[in-house]
């Protein structure tokens, strides 16, 4: 099964869940506002992508952190902390597919090559 992890009023989000719709693929959506993420799930993401890909860093929560979490941010085993508390720092949307991230935000030419 497909799960595609974001936030519903997220534009990325919703390009990619109409894009899964509309090529009729199931997908059940994980949203990070209602339902959280775990560290666990952060860890082992961060194991499976370079953290940067996972934490975006150009994000307007980003810029609203403080000098001192902006710092904690650069380093995958300090960020965790951070994104657990700010789950908007997650880059959107993330798809995963039994477990395994498969792709990280919307790219219909990507996802046409995976699907």
């Given at each position: 099964?497909?799960?595609?992890?974001?936030?519903?009023?997220?534009?990325?989000?919703k390009k990619s869940l109409d894009w899964f719709t509309k090529h009729k693929i199931e997908f059940v959506f994980h949203n990070y506002k209602k339902?959280?993420?775990?560290?666990?799930?952060?860890?082992?993401?961060?194991?499976?992508?370079?953290?940067?890909?996972?934490?975006?860093?150009?994000?307007?929560?980003?810029?609203?952190?403080?000098?001192?979490?902006?710092?904690?941010?650069?380093?995958?085993?300090?960020?965790?902390?951070?994104?657990?508390?700010?789950?908007?720092?997650?880059?959107?949307?993330?798809?995963?597919?039994?477990?395994?991230?498969?792709?990280?935000?919307?790219?219909?030419?990507?996802?046409?090559?995976?699907?």
């Open positions: 099964m497909i799960t595609i992890y974001g936030i519903p009023n997220c534009d990325t989000v339902e959280g993420v775990s560290d666990t799930m952060l860890k082992e993401w961060m194991k499976q992508q370079d953290f940067n890909l996972i934490v975006n860093t150009k994000s307007a929560t980003y810029k609203k952190l403080s000098p001192a979490d902006q710092t904690k941010c650069t380093k995958a085993t300090t960020a965790v902390a951070v994104v657990m508390e700010h789950t908007s720092l997650i880059k959107r949307p993330i798809v995963t597919k039994k477990g395994k991230i498969i792709a990280i935000g919307y790219d219909p030419t990507e996802y046409e090559k995976l699907f």
